[in-house]
């Protein structure tokens, strides 16, 4: 069964340095989503796109954070500079397109610490 | 307010009982609704969609109440591998809103 890979799967850093995490969505997959999910909460929609392009990336702290998916198929998702309060899971979900009704696929997450 | 609000529980139950969840959204132009299941430190996983007319898999039943914005799940004889955090989901536009989770604990 095809899945959406993330790497790496924990990362412990420094706050103020830079972190990045990668996705790769099921093949085929034209939609793709960054979720972050701190512990105790649901995860929260940081960004998504379709195919190479930004879709909504309106709770992306786009201060310190940024994300690409150029080739429209894997993403980045970088952090710079990392803050204590961004220790949390960062999960990527892929999706056959952007129907309502489409189930949303999730990776294993990257659990980040920030120290 | 949040926009999906569930009770965190935890829920602690004995084997083959029967429980249920509750969860409510705020926003009425909400299109679909979903549970998710999610084990301790894995990934959300679908558990599933939710219907106006209220749907079943096995022991898992779903309703949706859309004049009182209002979502249940209800597990019959609970087993052991119940045991994870039930997420409430609700997808407005283009986007997935999650609950922070109800935790259900299932002992023998």
């Known amino acids: 069964e095809a899945e959406v890979a993330q790497s790496p799967r924990y990362k412990i850093t420094e706050k103020s340095q830079a972190v990045a995490f990668w996705c790769d969505p099921i093949?085929?997959?034209?939609?793709l989503y960054w979720y972050r999910q701190i512990l105790g909460q649901g995860p929260e929609l940081l960004v998504q796109?379709?195919?190479?392009?930004?879709?909504?990336d309106s709770q992306l702290p786009k201060d310190r954070f940024s994300a690409e998916r150029l080739k429209g198929v894997d993403s980045t998702l970088k952090i710079q500079p990392a803050e204590l309060g961004d220790s949390a899971m960062y999960l990527c979900?892929?999706?056959?397109?952007?129907?309502?009704?489409?189930?949303?696929?999730f990776g294993p997450g990257t659990r980040l610490l920030v120290l | 307010r949040k926009e999906v609000e569930q009770d965190p529980g935890p829920f602690n139950v004995p084997e083959g009982a029967t429980v249920a969840f509750n969860c409510t959204y705020s926003?009425?132009?909400?299109?679909?609704f979903f549970w998710y299941r999610q084990d301790c430190r894995k990934e959300p996983k679908l558990l599933m969609s939710?219907?106006?007319s209220g749907n079943e898999d096995g022991r898992f039943t779903a309703q949706l109440n859309r004049a009182s914005q209002y979502i249940s799940l209800l597990i019959r004889d609970s087993k052991l591998s119940d045991s994870a955090t039930y997420l409430c989901?609700?997808?407005?536009?283009?986007?997935?809103?999650f609950g922070a989770g109800t935790i259900l604990r299932v002992k023998s």
């Open positions: 979900a892929s999706s056959p397109g952007a129907a309502f009704q489409e189930t949303q696929y």
């Open positions: 796109f379709q195919d190479e392009s930004v879709v909504d």
């Open positions: 093949s085929g997959h034209a939609t």
């Open positions: 989901v609700v997808r407005g536009g283009n986007k997935l809103v």
């Open positions: 939710v219907y106006s």
């Open positions: 926003n009425s132009a909400s299109q679909s």
